[in-house]
């Protein structure tokens, strides 16, 4: 660094107002940092619909499992009330037998 340099920087910093020239070169260091967090944060937006992509086909899968199992589910609750009624009646005769013939079944 040469002392004119020394002396510009010196001087910048110790000035109170900032001249238009380092306004302008702080804007352009500004707008090209600013252009590179845009840029990582569309490959993150990006990143992010991928991934919000693959969400929706795995609630699709989880959805129609869900519907498998619920209609398992009615057929085999339809199957119990079939069968309880099924023990409901011979409960039912059992008991009727009982009260019948309580001599005949000691």
Do not use: C, W
């Amino acid at each position: 660094m040469t002392i004119d340099q020394l002396k510009r920087h010196v001087d910048r910093r110790l000035r109170a107002k900032a001249d238009k020239t380092d306004v302008r070169r702080l804007e352009r260091k500004m707008e090209a940092r600013f252009g590179k967090m845009n840029a990582r944060f569309g490959r993150v937006d990006a990143r992010l619909d991928t991934i919000d992509a693959r969400l929706a086909s795995h609630d699709q899968r989880f959805d129609s499992i869900d519907d498998k199992l619920n209609s398992i589910l009615k057929v085999l609750h339809a199957h119990y009330v079939h069968h309880q009624r099924a023990l409901d009646k011979h409960e039912h005769r059992l008991g009727d037998l009982e009260r019948r013939h309580p001599a005949d079944l000691q």
